[in-house]
């Protein structure tokens, strides 16, 4: 009768094991967005990628306050040419967001962007298909960034800084 029940105990336990495996990837984001086959989040028609992580939407915050603040770069691709403006903005007051467009690939930026440029909501537009994104963030700040075109919402992500 005990070696039953310590199989059945024993049984229980890897059932519930395997039931939190099939869940480990966004509790081993601690509450970030995972990412979902590459390391690119999926905004609508917005790509945007430059995590620290493949599989989580985490960025490492560098250059530090006497480089222009706490910041991290994300490159933004539009999958095509944008027909209206889309609006991105944080959930956090504490975050704010400086946007360098282009053209053409890989916008020339340098690595760090000074804060006074820094808004709360930063817009994309046509003819730019190319983004560099800086988030200025605290260290350790976890916060919802969204886009928004024409006052409806057409993706969002939590985005967790680390700090550098």
């Given at each position: 009768m005990r070696a039953v029940f310590v199989?059945?105990?024993t049984a229980a336990v890897c059932a519930v094991?395997?039931?939190?495996?099939?869940?480990?990837?966004?509790?081993?984001c601690g509450g970030a967005t995972p990412?979902?086959?590459?390391?690119?989040?999926?905004l609508g028609p917005l790509r945007v990628?430059?995590?620290?992580?493949?599989?989580?939407?985490?960025?490492?915050?560098?250059?530090?306050p006497k480089q222009g603040g706490w910041q991290a770069p994300l490159s933004i691709e539009t999958s095509q040419r944008l027909a209206a403006p889309i609006v991105l903005?944080?959930?956090s007051k504490a975050v704010t967001l400086v946007l360098v467009g282009s053209t053409t690939p890989a916008p020339?930026?340098?690595?760090?962007?000074?804060?006074?440029k820094a808004r709360s909501a930063v817009t994309l537009r046509a003819p730019k298909m190319y983004f560099v994104?800086?988030?200025?963030?605290?260290?350790?700040?976890?916060?919802q960034l969204r886009a928004m075109r024409?006052?409806?919402?057409?993706?969002s992500a939590v985005i967790s800084a680390s700090g550098g």
């Open positions: 199989v059945a105990a094991a395997a039931q939190a495996a099939v869940r480990a990837p966004t509790a081993s990412l979902r086959g590459a390391p690119i989040l999926q990628a430059g995590f620290g992580s493949d599989r989580c939407a985490v960025i490492v915050l560098s250059c530090g903005r944080a959930s020339k930026v340098s690595r760090c962007q000074p804060s006074a994104l800086f988030v200025f963030a605290p260290k350790n700040a976890k916060f024409g006052g409806r919402q057409v993706g």
